[in-house]
């Protein structure tokens, strides 16, 4: 049997680089035309959404996932095989997303904005929209001990930021690992150590905070010891609504929007806890 195979140029991963893929999904009630090309469960999960913007973010998320992911592989959208990862803590079938082979991915989305990122070893992803005050103070204790007081030394104008960004470092990381947040968001300390001029990386990891959008904040974490390089791009709003062939031209096409060197970490002493 013959493989139906992608249209347009292959995508591939220099050695030590991630890429990191942004979309804005369009934000009419038009539904993409490419919904033949999600698997069963991703259309249930659709279909499970009570809000119709909420369900058109879905698909719009995940068809662009799936034609980026076939830019990579080779493999046309619709086939592509994408399964849960046993959960490395207890072996239940709600770990990481995967495909088969050595490509890893992460997708993350928050009120407008879609992050992706691609890289040939584990990655997660995360972006959130900044949160109330209330927000905050509700999931403050929530954090590392050392983690709450870097917020609370923040202006109290600049703590929603300062926790957010925190926060998203913890999900790309906790992404990663293919955990979840039920690994435990405090356990890990992965604030900004202010001595060592950075914030702490995980033994094994490389954690990077990802600036430039005012309403949102954004990180990444993948799963390395030597140093690497983050290239974003962005994708067309209309990627789920092009034919599938002319959507690949326009993921090849695109260009580098920023690059960000992720240096190897030295590492950082986790700081004590102020009584």
């Given at each position: 049997?013959?493989?139906?195979?992608?249209?347009?140029?292959?995508?591939?991963?220099?050695p030590g680089e991630l890429h990191l893929w942004a979309l804005r999904p369009p934000t009419d009630a038009e539904e993409p035309q490419a919904v033949a090309e999600l698997d069963a469960e991703e259309r249930r999960r659709a279909a499970g959404f009570l809000r119709p913007d909420a369900r058109l973010d879905y698909l719009h998320a995940h068809i662009a996932l799936r034609r980026l992911l076939s830019a990579y592989t080779g493999t046309a959208p619709g086939l592509l095989r994408l399964r849960r990862a046993p959960c490395p803590y207890c072996g239940g079938p709600h770990g990481r997303p995967v495909l088969p082979g050595s490509l890893h991915f992460s997708l993350s989305h928050?009120?407008?904005?879609?992050?992706?990122?691609?890289?040939?070893?584990p990655v997660g992803v995360d972006v959130q929209r900044v949160p109330t005050a209330p927000t905050v103070e509700a999931c403050l204790p929530r954090l590392h001990p050392a983690e709450r007081d870097e917020v609370l030394r923040a202006p109290e104008d600049r703590r929603p930021r300062?926790?957010?960004?925190?926060?998203?470092r913890k999900e790309a990381y906790l992404k990663g690992l293919g955990t979840g947040l039920s690994h435990g968001v405090g356990d890990d300390y992965l604030g900004v150590h202010a001595s060592a001029g950075g914030h702490r990386s995980p033994d094994g990891w490389l954690v990077a905070d990802l600036h430039g959008c005012p309403d949102h904040v954004a990180a990444l974490a993948v799963a390395a010891t030597t140093g690497h390089r983050a290239v974003l791009r962005e994708l067309p709003d209309r990627i789920g609504r092009l034919p599938r062939r002319e959507a690949a031209e326009e993921i090849a096409a695109a260009r580098p929007v920023l690059s960000m060197a992720l240096p190897a970490?030295?590492?950082?002493?986790?700081?004590?806890?102020?009584?």
């Open positions: 049997m013959t493989v139906p195979r992608a249209h347009g140029p292959r995508l591939s991963l220099a928050s009120h407008g904005l879609v992050l992706y990122g691609v890289a040939a070893s300062v926790f957010a960004q925190l926060w998203s970490r030295t590492p950082i002493p986790t700081p004590t806890h102020e009584e």
